[in-house]
Structure formats: C-alpha cells, structure tokens
C-alpha cells in the first residue's frame, strides 16, 4: 500500500473525469495552479488541511483521496506498519492516514510524527471537526486564541474551521489526528 503516490494521481482522475482545470481547482482552495499540479504529480505531499480543501472542491471527502482500492468492513494496522509508513507533508509533518482500504469512512484518522525543526509554522482552517490525542512527546495547539500545552495522553477536540496550527516541543510528539 504506497498511498502518498496515489494521493496525487486520484486527484487529477477525479479532477479530469468532472472535465475540471487545475486552475479551477487551485482557485477553489486557495492554491497556486502550481502547487496544485505538484499534488497531482505526486511531486509534493500535501497537508491534510489542503487535502480537506481539495476534497471539498471536488465534491467528495479526503477519506475517499485517501481509499485502496479493497473494500473491507474492518482494517487492522500494527504500530510497525503505522510508524514506518508515515510520508512526509509539505508543511513538514509526517502522516500515515489509518484504514486507508475502509470505504466511506465518516472520520479519517492520522497518525502524526511532528519533529522540531521540520514542522513549518502555520495557521489552517478547513471544514470539520478534530480531535487530537498525544502519544508520546509534547506539542503547543493554537485554536483560535486560545494555546494549549499536550503532553502524554493529553487530548483536544475542536471546531477545525477555527485558525490552528500545532508545534512540537519535545525532539519529536506522536499523536493520533482524528478528522471528521
């Protein structure tokens, strides 16, 4: 399962089968036409926030741009599958999307690998909701105005369509992202 080269080419087959430009798309989201393209040629990973805008543009939701092709009723994934899959975002974090071969997911959940130095600092807004949980490390959450400090076991849960943005604090924080 290499999901971070078929996240691109799912886009642009989407995309083209609804007789749609790049331009069009990349005007929808907020995007260079450019950076759209790089997506779509899997030459730039995007981040989830940009994936909820692409999906929404498109009419559909980021857990469909993120399905295989299989179609199963349960999906099991090991802590070695998970943390050796994780690929890299453009904003720097690295993810690996649970469940990918589970059709019409209602949530789409990530696990994040946020490293200091790696994670460019941001604010994103998209539709949904999210809620995070930290598994190891400590991270600073920007919601809105509000700034929270997540350690071990700490959790959030948040209207997405508020500004945010995470940053690690420890070397490196794991968390499970969980979107709806």
């Known amino acids: ?19 749609r430009t790049i331009q069009e798309i990349a005007d929808v989201c907020g995007l260079s036409k450019s950076m759209v393209s790089k997506i779509e040629t899997n030459a730039v990973i995007p981040s989830v926030a940009t994936l909820v805008k692409i999906a929404k543009a498109l009419g559909t939701n980021v857990s469909v741009l993120m399905e295989e092709n299989e179609d199963a009723s349960s999906v ?20 690996y999307p649970y469940a990918a071969e589970y059709k019409d997911k209602k949530m789409q959940p990530f696990l994040f690998v946020a490293r200091k130095g790696e994670v460019t600092e941001h604010r994103l807004t998209h539709e949904g909701e999210e809620y995070i949980h930290v598994l190891e490390g400590e991270l600073k959450l920007q919601v809105g105005n509000v700034e929270y400090t997540l350690r071990q076991n700490d959790s959030v849960y948040f209207n997405a369509m508020e500004p945010h943005g995470i940053m690690p604090v420890s070397d490196e924080v794991k968390y499970l992202n969980i979107f709806v």
């Open 1 to 19: 399962m290499d999901i971070a080269q078929n996240i691109g080419t799912r886009i642009r087959n989407l995309r083209t089968s609804q007789r």
């Open 76 to 95: 099991m994934v090991t802590a070695q599958q998970a943390f050796g899959g994780v690929i890299q975002t453009e904003k720097g974090y690295h993810i």
